[in-house]
Nanobody, 123 residues
Framework: VQLQASGGGLVQAGGSLRLSCAAS????????MGWFRRAPGKEREFVAG????????HYADSTKGRFTISRDNAKNTVSLQMNSLKPEDTALYYC?????????????????WGQGTLVTVSS
């Protein structure tokens, strides 16, 4: 397994969750990383991305100011801290390794995907 996401669960609106993704060094150390999500009945969408050295991060408008992406290159992990969660954040969340050192918003920019971890936010 090259990407393993964890940390999903059930939380009330306004609460927080922290997702983590463990990656194999081969696909992590020089690559951007991203989080995507797919809500029921909707298309997969970009959530957040981080460059290979953590120097650049970017977010979807819907998550900006509430979510924070970070990475630990010594441990080959990328995390997503999610605060002020809303019911519309309910989705299956995926971590992904980018094809390059930057993390694009397009799914086509990623060539490795984790299995997903489910986040459910109750109202």
């Amino acid at each position: 397994v090259q990407l393993q996401a964890s940390g999903g669960g059930l939380v009330q609106a306004g609460g927080s969750l922290r997702l983590s993704c463990a990656a194999s060094r081969r696909i992590f150390s020089n690559n951007g990383m991203g989080w995507f999500r797919r809500a029921p009945g909707k298309e997969r969408e970009f959530v957040a991305g981080i460059s290979w050295n953590g120097g650049y991060t970017h977010y979807a408008d819907s998550t900006k100011g509430r979510f924070t992406i970070s990475r630990d290159n010594a441990k080959n992990t990328v995390s997503l801290q999610m605060n002020s969660l809303k019911p519309e954040d309910t989705a299956l969340y995926y971590c992904a390794a980018a094809r390059s050192a930057v993390a694009t918003t397009a799914a086509s920019g990623y060539n490795y995907w984790g299995q997903g971890t489910l986040v459910t936010v109750s109202s």
